[in-house]
C-alpha cells in the first residue's frame, strides 16, 4: 500500500494592532463597538476620498518581516486588488502585490516530541513565500433574508503572510500558528486571538506519496478559528484525500470550509480557473521608502525573539527544554525570570522551580499578566534567600508570594510586622512539643505501639502551635527523641 | 459692465475696501445667472427648446443660499474688522466633480445624482476659507468623460457663451462657460487630459492645469487618479495666479499632494520675459492618427489661424525679448491619446468600481434575491455610454492576458513622453527652455452633435494637450486670438514640474502686451 506523505502550507491574515486604521484616522478596534460606528469617508470608500497610509502599521509588519528574517524592500508600493463584494466599499481593496514590503523569510519551528514535556523532537524550517500589508474588508451578515454588512472593520491594518508547502503534518500546523502568536504578542503587534479575527488562517493541504517531489492539486480549507480547529480540519481533510486516492479518484482544488460545530468539511467552490483581479499600482499612494535610518530606529526595538530566548535559556541558565519552554511561553515572564536569576546568587533552577510551580500558579488564579504583578523579581529573590539563609521556611516562603502580592508590601516587611521569621529558640520548640504530647496521650501510645506514620501528625501540630515559624526539621528531631 | 464682470482680483479688493459689499457682488452674479443660464441640467429634461438653444446652461445645481450666508458672513467680518480674506466676496462656480458637504456632488452621473455629500474637498474648502462665494456646481460630461459637454446625463448641457450652437468643450465646460459669460469670476475645474485647457481655450478664457500634486485632489471624484489636477478658470491670468495661490499646497488627505512651497504667484506675475526661452515644436502644429488597419499613422495639419495665432504669440515674445526656439523635437507626442487611452481607462474602471447601488447612489428599484443582479441593473441603468465604455475598455486592457502588451506598454509610452519634456527643459540640455508654446487645440470649439458619438475623434480634441498631464508637468491656455469663425483660439504654455510661476508670467506678459489688440474688444454672442 502506498504511503502518502500531507503537504500542508497556511495563508494567515494578521491584524496589526494600531490605534487608526492603515488609511485614515479612524478607530481600529471594533470589538466593543455596534456595527458602522468607527468609519468615516475615507474607509467607506465615499467618491473622492483618498487613502494616507498610516505609518504605525507599516512599523509593525517591518517587526513581523524582521522577526521572520525576511528581508524589508527599501522600495515597495500598494496596488489595487480589483474584485466585486458588498463589504468591500471601494470596489478594491489596497494590498501589495509584486513589489510588497518584505521579500523571503523562514521559522525554524521546533516540532515537540509525544511525550508531552516539550521537548524537541526535531526542527523544520517554514519558508514565508509572501508577507505585505493591506486593509481589512467588511464583514458581511446574513440575517432574517437580509445581507447586512458592518463597515467598522474596513481599512483595519493587516499582514498577510504565506507559507510554502512546508509543513508536514496537522500538528506541525498548530505547532506554526502556537509559535507565530506567540511571536506576534511577544514583539507586540497584534493581539493575535483566532477568535477574535486577529489571527485568521487558511489551510492548503494536499498529499503525495512518501519521497515524491512533485506537488499534487490542493484544496484550501477556509472559515478555520482557533489552532485546534486548524488541527482537527487538517487530519480530516489529509484523510478524505487518502481516502479518495485510495479508491482511484483525483483529489480537486476544492475550496473548502470548515463546520466547526460538527467537525465538517464542506465544498464551498470549485476553484479551476484563477480570478482575475487586475492589479496594478494604487495611484492614490506614493511608492513605500524605507531609508536605513527609519528602519533602524524601527528595529532598535524589536526585541530578542522567543525562539531565541529559549535556546538561550537553556544554554546560558542550564535550564532544561521544559523549563525554557515554559518560561519563555510570552516575553513579560521571561524577563521576570531572567530578572530574578541576575538577582539571585544561587541556582537558575531553584528561580525556575519558584516560577513554574508558585509564580504561575498565582497568575492563574489571579487571571493576571505578568507585567500586573506587584510582587517584582526582586520580591521573589528576596523571598527566596531568606529561606537560604533559614530566616523562614519554605512554606512561609510559598504563603509570602501571595502575600505580598495581596498586600502589596514588600516580604522583609511583612515578615517583620506579621512575625513570621521562623522560630530557632530551641527551648522554645521543646516546650510546644512537650505540651503537644502532654495534650494527646493516646496518638503517643498509638506511636509507640509501632504507628510511625503518626510522625507527621505531630509535627503539624507542633507547626500549628508555633503559627508555622518553626523549622521542621528541628520539630521532627526533638519529637523523636522525646519518644523514644 | 456689471460688478460680475470685474476681475476676481479688483471684485476682493473693492469688498475690502467696503466700496461695494460681498451681497452686493453676490446679487449682480445671480442676475448674470438669471439672465444668461437659462434652466440648470437635470435627469429628465424634456424636449430642448429653441429658447434652451439660446442659453448657457453652466450649472447643474445653483446654492444660492450657501453663497448668500458666505456672502453676509464676508460683509460680517469686514463690519467686524477682521481680515475677510484674499477671494473675499468673489463669486465662484465649482465644477460638479467636487464633493461639497451639504450639496449634491453628482459627476453629472445619473449614479450619484442624489449623492449628498457630508465633507468638502480640499481646494473647496480653501475658496471657502479665502472668502469666496460658492454659487454652485458647474456641468460637465459625466464623470469628466469627454471633451464637449455633450455626455452629461443633466441636460440641457452647456453651451458655448461665444455661440450657442456650439460647445463650451470639456469636461470642465461648465466652468469655462460660466467665467466667460461672467456668471462667476472663478471656477475650479479639474484636467486630466485638457479638461481645463481645451474647454478654456473654447470658451476664450484662461485655464491651468497645475503641476500634478499641486493641488489636492482630496473630494475629486476620481476618473484617471495619476492624471488628475484640479485647477483655476478665470477670465485673466492674474485672477488665475490669484486662485492658484489659495488652492495650491499639501494636504495631510492626499499623500500624492506635493510638500513643495506654494509660491507668491501674484508677485512673480511682474517678472518680464526678456531672455526667457520659449519652444516651438512642429509636432504640437500637427494632429497624428494612428491608422490600425495599415498600423501606421496619418496627419492632419492643424487649421491655419490656428497657426496664425500661436505664431504671432511667438512674434510677441520676440518683441518683448524673449528667445523663440524653433524645431524643438517632441516625438512622442503622437502616442499620447493611445496610451492615455489605456491608462485612464484601467484606472477609470477601478475607480468607477464603488459605485454599486450598495451603499450610496443609485440602486435598481424593488427588491432583488441575487447580487450579481442587483450589481448589473444598478451599474447598467445609472451609467450613461461613456463610463460604460470606459469600463469595458479598461477591463479588457488590464485583464491579466492583455495587460502587459497594453497596460504595461502604455506605461513605458507614458515614460517616454516624460523624456521629451525632460530633455527639453533640462537646464543642462540642448534645448534649456523655460516653456514651450503650441495651440491649445486642434480647433476652435466644433458644433454641438458635430463630434459627439464618436468617441475616438472626441478623444483627439486632446492631443496637444494630454502629453502634459502623462508627464505631469504644469500648462496653461489662454486666449491668443480669434478664429475666422468668430470663435476663440487659446494658445498653450507648458513648462516643467512646479513653474507655475514662470508659465504664469509669460501668460501675463503675453495678456499685457496684447490688450490693445482688436480681438480683445469682442464680446461673447450671449453678452452682447
Known amino acids: 500500500m502506498t504511503q502518502y506523505e500531507p503537504i500542508i502550507g497556511l495563508e494567515t491574515h494578521i491584524r496589526l494592532n494600531t490605534q487608526s486604521k492603515i488609511f485614515c484616522s479612524c478607530k481600529a478596534d471594533s470589538w466593543y463597538d455596534p456595527p458602522n460606528t468607527n ?155 483566532m477568535e477574535k479575527g486577529h489571527l485568521r488562517c487558511d489551510a492548503n493541504v494536499s498529499i503525495r506519496p512518501v519521497g515524491a517531489e512533485y506537488l499534487n492539486p490542493k484544496t484550501e480549507i477556509k472559515n478555520v478559528n482557533s489552532i485546534e480547529a486548524v488541527r482537527d480540519a487538517i487530519t480530516k481533510e489529509i484523510e478524505r484525500q487518502i481516502r479518495e486516492t485510495g479508491s482511484g479518484h483525483k483529489i480537486e482544488a476544492w475550496t473548502l470550509e470548515w463546520d466547526e460545530d460538527r467537525g465538517l468539511l464542506k465544498k464551498m467552490r470549485s476553484k479551476e480557473t484563477e480570478a482575475d483581479y487586475r492589479y496594478f499600482r494604487e495611484p492614490d499612494l506614493l511608492p513605500l521608502r524605507i531609508d536605513a535610518v527609519w528602519k533602524e530606529k524601527v528595529l532598535a526595538t524589536l526585541p530578542e525573539l522567543p525562539l531565541q530566548r529559549r535556546q538561550r535559556f537553556i544554554d546560558e541558565y542550564n535550564l532544561p527544554e521544559y523549563d525554557a519552554d515554559i518560561l519563555t511561553g510570552e516575553r513579560g515572564l521571561s524577563d521576570f525570570f531572567e530578572s530574578s536569576v541576575k538577582a539571585y546568587h544561587g541556582e537558575s533552577k531553584k528561580v525556575s522551580n519558584w516560577i513554574m510551580n508558585d509564580v504561575l500558579r498565582m497568575l492563574k488564579d489571579r487571571s493576571i499578566q505578568s507585567e500586573q504583578l506587584f510582587l517584582q523579581p526582586t520580591d521573589l529573590v528576596e523571598i527566596i534567600t531568606m529561606i537560604d539563609k533559614g530566616v523562614i521556611n519554605t512554606s512561609t516562603g510559598k504563603s509570602l508570594i501571595d502575600k505580598v502580592e495581596q498586600a502589596h508590601k514588600k516580604p522583609g516587611e511583612l515578615v517583620k510586622s506579621e512575625n513570621l521569621a521562623k522560630v530557632n529558640d530551641e527551648g522554645a520548640i521543646l516546650a510546644a512539643c512537650k505540651a503537644v504530647l502532654d495534650e494527646n496521650p493516646g496518638e503517643v501510645a498509638t506511636y509507640k505501639t509501632g504507628k510511625l506514620t503518626l510522625m507527621g501528625w505531630f509535627v503539624g501540630q507542633v507547626m500549628r502551635k508555633t503559627q508555622g515559624k518553626a523549622d521542621p526539621g528541628m520539630v521532627k528531631g526533638l519529637l523523636e527523641s522525646l519518644l523514644k | 459692465m456689471e460688478l460680475c464682470d470685474l476681475p476676481a482680483f479688483q471684485i476682493s479688493e473693492m469688498v475690502r475696501r467696503r466700496e461695494v459689499s460681498a451681497s452686493e457682488v453676490l446679487d449682480s452674479a445671480l442676475n448674470r445667472i438669471q439672465l444668461v443660464d437659462g434652466r440648470q441640467g437635470c435627469l429628465d429634461p424634456g424636449s430642448i427648446t429653441d429658447e434652451d438653444r439660446k442659453k448657457v446652461h453652466a450649472f447643474i445645481s445653483i446654492t444660492t443660499d450657501k453663497a448668500r450666508a458666505q456672502a453676509s458672513a464676508v460683509d460680517k467680518k469686514i463690519a467686524a474688522g477682521e481680515p475677510p480674506g484674499a477671494l473675499a466676496g468673489v463669486p465662484i462656480s465649482i465644477k460638479d466633480i467636487f464633493c461639497v458637504r451639504g450639496t449634491n456632488s453628482t459627476a453629472a452621473s445619473k449614479i450619484l445624482a442624489n449623492f449628498n455629500s457630508p465633507y468638502t474637498a480640499t481646494p473647496v474648502n480653501r475658496l471657502e476659507a479665502a472668502g469666496g462665494l460658492v454659487l454652485g456646481k458647474a456641468n460637465l460630461d459625466e464623470f469628466t468623460y469627454g471633451s464637449s459637454n455633450e455626455s452629461s446625463a443633466f441636460q440641457p448641457t452647456p453651451r458655448n457663451p461665444w455661440n450657442t450652437k456650439h460647445v463650451p468643450g470639456g469636461s470642465s465646460g461648465g466652468c469655462t462657460a460660466s467665467v466667460a459669460a461672467g456668471e462667476a469670476a472663478l471656477s475650479l475645474g479639474t484636467d486630466t487630459a485638457g479638461s481645463i485647457r481645451q474647454p478654456a481655450s473654447f470658451c476664450g478664457v484662461v485655464g491651468m492645469k497645475p503641476t500634478y500634486g499641486r493641488v489636492s485632489r482630496y473630494g475629486l471624484i476620481a476618473f484617471g487618479s495619476s492624471l488628475d489636477c484640479p485647477g483655476p478658470v478665470a477670465r485673466n491670468v492674474k485672477d488665475v495666479a490669484l486662485m492658484l495661490r489659495i488652492i495650491a499646497g499639501s494636504d495631510p488627505h492626499d499623500s500624492t499632494a506635493a510638500v513643495v512651497p506654494v509660491d507668491d504667484y501674484v508677485a512673480a506675475l511682474e517678472k518680464n520675459v526678456k531672455g526667457k526661452r520659449i519652444g516651438l515644436s512642429p509636432d504640437y502644429f500637427k494632429i497624428t492618427y494612428p491608422v490600425p488597419a495599415s498600423d501606421s499613422f496619418q496627419q492632419q495639419a492643424i487649421p491655419q489661424d490656428i497657426d496664425q495665432t500661436v505664431q504671432h504669440a511667438a512674434e510677441i515674445f520676440r518683441q518683448m525679448g524673449a528667445e523663440i526656439v524653433e524645431g524643438v523635437p517632441m516625438p512622442n507626442t503622437r502616442n499620447g491619446i493611445p496610451a492615455y487611452f489605456v491608462i485612464s481607462r484601467v484606472e477609470a474602471a477601478s475607480n468607477l468600481h464603488r459605485y454599486d447601488g450598495v451603499k450610496y447612489g443609485y440602486r435598481t428599484p424593488g427588491e432583488l434575491d441575487d447580487l450579481r443582479t442587483m450589481y448589473r441593473k444598478s451599474r447598467g441603468e445609472a451609467f450613461g455610454p461613456q463610463p460604460k465604455l470606459r469600463i469595458l475598455m479598461g477591463m479588457y486592457v488590464s485583464a491579466a492576458q492583455y495587460s502587459e502588451q497594453y497596460y504595461m506598454r502604455a506605461l513605458k509610452v507614458r515614460s517616454l513622453i516624460r523624456q521629451d519634456f525632460d530633455r527639453i527643459f533640462d537646464p543642462a540640455g540642448p534645448y534649456h527652455l523655460d516653456a514651450l508654446l503650441t495651440p491649445t487645440t486642434p480647433t476652435p470649439a466644433f458644433e454641438m452633435d458635430a463630434v459627439y458619438g464618436d468617441s475616438v475623434m472626441m478623444q483627439y480634441a486632446d492631443q496637444l494637450t494630454v502629453p502634459a498631464n502623462h508627464a505631469g508637468i504644469p500648462g496653461i491656455s489662454i486666449p491668443g486670438g480669434i478664429s475666422s469663425s468668430g470663435l476663440p483660439v487659446g494658445i498653450q504654455l507648458l513648462g516643467p514640474d512646479f513653474s507655475e510661476a514662470n508659465l504664469l508670467s509669460i501668460a501675463h506678459a503675453f495678456e499685457t502686451a496684447t490688450t490693445n489688440e482688436p480681438w480683445r474688444s469682442v464680446k461673447p454672442q450671449v453678452l452682447q
Open chain 1, 39 to 193: 468609519i468615516c469617508p475615507v474607509c467607506m470608500g465615499l467618491p473622492g476620498v483618498l487613502p494616507v497610509l498610516n505609518e504605525k502599521s507599516v512599523e509593525k509588519a517591518m517587526l513581523l518581516a524582521t522577526a521572520m528574517q525576511a528581508e524589508i524592500r527599501p522600495l515597495s508600493y500598494f496596488d489595487r486588488k480589483n474584485y466585486f463584494y458588498p463589504d468591500l466599499p471601494k470596489g478594491y481593496q489596497i494590498s501589495q502585490y509584486d513589489m510588497p514590503l518584505a521579500k523571503g523569510g523562514y521559522l525554524d519551528l521546533p516540532i515537540p516530541d509525544s511525550s508531552g514535556l516539550s521537548t524537541t523532537s526535531y526542527t523544520r524550517r517554514i519558508g514565508i513565500t509572501k508577507l505585505h500589508l493591506e486593509e481589512d474588508a467588511g464583514k458581511t451578515k446574513n440575517e432574517s433574508g437580509q445581507r447586512q454588512i458592518d463597515f467598522n472593520r474596513c481599512g483595519v491594518p493587516l499582514v498577510e503572510m504565506v507559507t510554502g508547502p512546508d509543513l508536514r503534518s496537522a500538528d506541525e500546523a498548530a505547532q506554526y500558528l502556537i509559535r507565530l502568536r506567540q511571536l506576534l504578542r511577544w514583539i507586540g503587534i497584534s493581539e493575535a486571538d
